[in-house]
């Protein structure tokens, strides 16, 4: 099972809101990660966390604040977001397992509408 | 048909032909690759993966072939079915580099009935 849920599916939120998103995995990875997409264009990767620890920041905005409560579950708590911060946000996995082929499993994607 | 993964192209085959989809990775020091398959609406799709040390690796109906000389990546799709339009991307990662992945901007791959 390579299965990575994510909730919700769709989200609009205004500036002043406070939401977060949710990430859930079950295959013991001890890696997770968020990316945010734009139309047509590639993932981006924006926090990556290793065995419950925040490993890499990609200079993302204070508006995003990550959190990994345990080793299968990742939020991405926003605050104060731009209209322009409208997007899909994806999370992935991985078992970190320090060998080369360490593959990231991607969740469906939270659809981000910003008003 | 064929494609060159550096902007977002389109590539446009029929039914039951053969795709194959470029993609020019920008670092020498990458030592695996992915492809990945989106549809609309959905998160990337793991469809078969390289390390730097193979040319070639086969899956089921599709092949990736790797030529580290000029940083070039292909993913080839054997009988092409409706099912398999969707947009693909490789990803490039260097062995401690953080895990990080780096996407490639895809290519739109319509299959014509």
């Known amino acids: 099972d390579t299965e990575v849920t994510q909730t919700p599916k769709h989200l609009v939120m205004g500036m002043t809101n406070k939401k977060s998103l949710k990430c859930e995995q079950h295959?013991?990875?001890?890696?997770m990660y968020w990316y945010k997409q734009k139309a047509k264009k590639p993932p981006e990767l924006m926090f990556v966390y290793s065995y419950e620890k925040l490993s890499i920041n990609e200079s993302v905005p204070s508006r995003f604040s990550p959190e990994c409560p345990n080793s299968s579950l990742l939020n991405l708590h926003l605050h104060a977001l731009q209209p322009e911060d409208s997007a899909l946000y994806l999370c992935?996995?991985?078992?970190?397992?320090?060998?080369?082929?360490?593959?990231?499993?991607f969740g469906p994607g939270t659809r981000l509408t910003v008003l | 048909g064929e494609s060159v993964g550096l902007h977002l192209p389109t590539l446009s085959v029929q039914e039951g032909d053969n795709s194959i989809i470029n993609c020019a990775y920008s670092?020498?020091?990458?030592?695996?690759f992915i492809w990945y398959k989106q549809e609309s609406g959905k998160g990337p799709q793991f469809i078969i993966d390289?390390?730097?040390?193979?040319d070639k690796r086969q899956g089921q109906r599709v092949t990736v072939l790797l030529n580290k000389t000029v940083k070039h990546l292909s993913l080839q799709i054997a009988a092409t079915q409706p099912g398999d339009s969707a947009v693909y991307f490789c990803a490039e990662k260097v062995t401690g580099g953080g895990n990080k992945l780096t996407f490639g901007t895809g290519t739109q791959l319509k299959v014509e009935l």
């Open positions: 295959m013991g990875h001890r890696a």
């Open positions: 390289i390390r730097s040390n193979m």
């Open positions: 992935a996995s991985s078992q970190m397992n320090l060998v080369v082929t360490d593959t990231q499993y």
């Open positions: 670092n020498s020091a990458s030592d695996y």
